[in-house]
């Protein structure tokens, strides 16, 4: 009997540990995050590139992820008033049948964005991915990053850990049962981020610069 009251104490005292750690990692990310987060197309400066992050156009079940759909929108509205010059689409490029920065692609053009005016990151595989290739490979200093503001006070965060000028603009953010499986994510996610500044994480790859256009 001993022997598990000791046990149940350990649990609870690394429970406390981590919420207590992942509390404190939350508003460090939170805080720095929301410093440089704007959620007015009217207010936010002018960047030369957006930097949109990328997610599945669909959900498990067929309907249409409106992640996905707010960040077009979005991107498409700074495009649509002069804050922004190029746009960048970044994500996932995992296997010919599933293709983010192809998806983004398509729809921004549906939109009325010119394709001389959109670039593709096929190697966008996790936000710091993206974020750190926008400087290293597409020689943007700084940028305007495109999410929803969880996912921009993250991406923020890691930008000004690596020295990045970025700011963000946040999308309309999404309601429902969905949101609490990506909240629990996102709190794993900010974890991470920790171990990743700590260790001087990189890009899975990096490969050859690629030049965004002056104009």
Not at 38 to 64: E, F, M, Q
Not at 67 to 77: G, S
Not at 144 to 164: C, D, E, L, P, W
Request: charged letters at 20%; a positive charge; glycine letters at 6%.
């Amino acid at each position: 009997m001993k022997k598990i009251k000791i046990i149940w104490l350990i649990a609870l005292i690394i429970c406390f540990l981590f919420v207590v750690s992942a509390t404190l990692v939350n508003v460090a990310v939170t805080k720095t995050g929301n410093r440089f987060c704007y959620s007015s197309v009217d207010s936010i400066p002018h960047n030369h590139c957006a930097l949109v992050l990328g997610t599945s156009k669909y959900l498990w079940n067929g309907k249409r992820n409106l992640y996905y759909t707010n960040r077009i929108k979005a991107a498409v509205e700074l495009y649509n008033h002069n804050k922004i010059d190029f746009i960048i689409v970044s994500g996932d490029n995992r296997n010919r049948n599933y293709n983010e920065p192809i998806t983004m692609y398509n729809d921004l053009v549906q939109a009325g964005i010119p394709n001389r005016k959109i670039i593709l990151d096929y190697a966008g595989f996790r936000t710091l991915d993206s974020v750190v290739r926008g400087k290293e490979v597409f020689g943007q200093d700084k940028f305007t990053i495109v999410s929803q503001s969880f996912h921009n006070q993250r991406a923020v965060y890691i930008a000004r850990k690596k020295g990045i000028e970025a700011i963000a603009f946040n999308t309309e953010d999404v309601t429902g049962i969905l949101t609490l499986k990506v909240q629990m994510r996102e709190i794993a996610a900010r974890m991470l981020v920790i171990f990743d500044m700590a260790i001087s994480r990189q890009p899975h790859f990096l490969g050859e610069k690629v030049v965004v256009p002056v104009e």
